[in-house]
């Protein structure tokens, strides 16, 4: 992957679109802290492994059960205390 300042993509955009349509992802920085990326658009999309991430996402949040009560209970009381 290419890195190039924020000056640099501003005064040589000709030269980044050339990096990236020979399929390089290129790393836009501003003071030395990346801020973006541009990626070559192209290929066909990946398909999406959703039984992967549905994993992923069960051992996150199968883990931590949830704090405090449901906020069913705080709405039946700010009900109650309506009168």
Do not use: C, Y
Request: hydrophobic residues 35%.
């Amino acid at each position: 992957m290419r890195s190039a300042s924020l000056r640099q993509v501003q005064h040589n955009l000709g030269e980044v679109l050339r990096w990236i349509d020979a399929g390089e992802e290129v790393e836009i920085t501003r003071r030395r802290k990346p801020v973006a990326r541009l990626v070559p658009v192209g290929g066909q999309p990946r398909p999406v492994d959703w039984d992967e991430h549905f994993r992923a996402l069960h051992a996150i949040f199968a883990q931590k059960p949830p704090k405090g009560s449901p906020a069913s209970d705080l709405v039946i009381e700010q009900r109650n205390a309506r009168g």
